[in-house]
């Protein structure tokens, strides 16, 4: 079973900077793509990054060129580095994976790490 552990978060002041971190674990075949989202309450969970193994990667536009994500596809982790942030950022954000494996294509979520940006 393939787990995702996410780290980093907190409280920042706007305009602050924060980096999230998240690696996959366990049995893994092939991970497709990860990335990260994010959410409110009342809000769904909306995209913030994603990269393909195929190296494609897609921002939100309300963080592209804020936010920068990278990728090591051999250690199967992904990082978000968040620079000038704003009160909007406010969010738990959730790291993703989408594990792919002899008959199988699984979406995985971590736990979710809070970010809050506040003076």
């Known amino acids: 079973q393939v787990q995702l552990v996410e780290s980093g978060g907190g409280l920042v002041q706007p305009g602050g900077s924060l980096r999230l971190s998240c690696a996959a674990s366990g049995i893994i075949f092939s991970i497709e793509s990860m990335g990260w989202y994010r959410q409110v309450p009342g809000k769904e969970r909306e995209l913030v990054a994603v990269s393909t193994t195929g190296g494609v990667i897609k921002y939100a536009a309300s963080v592209k060129g804020r936010f920068t994500i990278s990728r090591d596809n051999g250690k199967n982790t992904v990082s978000l580095q968040m620079n000038s942030l704003l009160p909007e950022d406010t969010a738990v954000y959730y790291c993703?994976?989408?594990?792919?494996?002899?008959?199988?294509?699984?979406?995985?979520w971590g736990k979710g790490t809070l970010v809050t940006v506040s003076s």
């Open positions: 993703n994976a989408v594990h792919t494996a002899p008959n199988s294509r699984t979406n995985l």
